[in-house]
């Protein structure tokens, strides 16, 4: 269906304003173009796009200006073909390692910056790729993400990184945004349990690795820690250490890492013949504030907990800072236990105890596999369990007698 012609165009086609015949050729033209547009959305605006990156450079040329250096400007200083600086660019065929220095040796001399437009354009690709984090303020989020921007950047990839805040709407606003700016995939840390918005992007077909979040019902790549197995891991140790009165600080029950870590705690219990007292289950929100206010509610129990365990650092800081408000010391008096090992575990007093999880390895998997995905969208979904492991410090110790 051809689209009617814009009122300017009807206007100029009339021959109102004097328009004269080149004029009204002219008008005729851009009518052309308009519908053709119309009809050929993307592939024209690509053309259209190209054109006026082309244009720009004669017209700096006509006025004299900076001098905009060509492949066609390489190739002539490294004697090859313009086709051997576009392979050699781009990566799309084999180059000998002697043709290669010479193309590189002159884009250096010539200063030649490839158009990273055009070469979006050519081959249907932005070469950024999209991170939703339910809080960029959490350590563990930022250590994630700095080994996902160490990979992706080392592959020619720009990461945007977006904070949800824990919440769906704006975690929905997000995701439409990134698919709205064509990024190449996304990283996805979601804020709860649901995959509606995972879901609306393998619709779009956009590729998805997921992070830190266990999703049984989506077929999409995943990259886990053994949270249970964390759990378990620091329960045990308190335990074997002679703590029978262990409190636990969970996170925010609609998050698969606390429900799993909180698992792990209560199984290490029941093997070793502990009552689990729910009194010595609190919920907390992975921040600073709500550790503190759990430690404080633990602290007016009857009897008191021995030991605490937080499923995450900043909380396990927050026990440590009542404590010694209490009067009480760690882990003479109550020991702490804590998850994830940021580097803010390494600068408390005392040294914290605590989960280890490979951070660095998590975002390095997570950006290759989306980078494959990309490469290969027909690749069958996978998922990899990596490992957690104890790390002994200093605050934690036998109960005192």
């Known amino acids: 269906m051809q689209s009617s012609p814009s009122p300017w165009l009807a206007e100029r086609r009339s021959g109102r304003g004097r328009t004269c015949q080149v004029g009204q050729n002219v008008a005729l033209r ?96 932005t070469y950024t790729i ?120 969970t996170g925010p029950s609609d998050i698969t890492p606390s429900a799993e870590r909180v698992a792990g705690y209560r199984q290490a219990l029941e093997e070793a013949g502990i009552p689990v007292d729910e009194r010595w289950i609190l919920r907390g929100d992975f921040d600073y504030e709500s550790g503190f206010r759990a430690a404080e509610i633990f602290f007016t129990l009857s009897p008191k907990p021995t030991a605490m365990r937080s499923l995450q650092a900043k909380m396990a800081v927050g026990v440590i800072s009542a404590a010694h408000r209490k009067g009480l010391r760690v882990p003479e008096d109550v020991s702490v236990i804590g998850f994830d090992d940021v580097r803010l575990a390494s600068f408390t007093v005392p040294l914290l105890t605590t989960i280890q999880q490979p951070k660095h390895a998590i975002g390095v998997l997570a950006a290759t596999w989306l980078m494959e995905r990309v490469e290969q969208p027909d690749l069958p979904p996978r998922r990899q369990l990596l490992q957690t492991s104890l790390k002994i410090r200093q605050t934690t110790a036998p109960p005192s007698k």
């Open 30 to 125: 851009h009518e052309q173009i308009f519908n053709n547009l119309c009809q050929h959305p993307i592939d024209n605006l690509q053309k259209c796009a190209i054109l006026h990156v082309k244009r720009l450079r004669k017209r700096l040329r006509a006025k004299g200006g900076m001098k905009i250096v060509t492949m066609r400007d390489v190739a002539e200083q490294a004697g090859v073909s313009v086709t051997t600086v576009s392979h050699v660019i781009n990566e799309t065929r084999p180059v000998s390692d002697e043709l290669r220095a010479r193309v590189l040796s002159a884009m250096q001399e010539l200063g030649y910056k490839p158009n990273r437009l055009a070469r979006s354009l050519r081959q249907g690709r």
């Open 130 to 249: 999209g991170m939703i984090v339910p809080d960029s303020a959490n350590p563990f989020f930022a250590e994630v993400a700095r080994g996902i921007e160490d990979t992706t950047f080392g592959n020619g990839y720009s990461l945007i990184l977006c904070n949800s805040d824990g919440d769906l709407q704006k975690e929905l606003f997000y995701v439409n945004h990134l698919a709205e700016k064509q990024v190449d995939g996304i990283l996805f840390i979601a804020a709860g349990v649901s995959s509606e918005h995972i879901e609306t992007l393998l619709r779009r077909h956009i590729p998805v690795v997921v992070v830190d979040r266990y999703l049984p019902d989506v077929a999409v790549d995943a990259v886990l820690t053994d949270n249970r197995g964390g759990g378990y891991l620091a329960t045990r140790h308190l335990i074997d250490l002679g703590h029978h009165r262990i409190a636990c600080i």
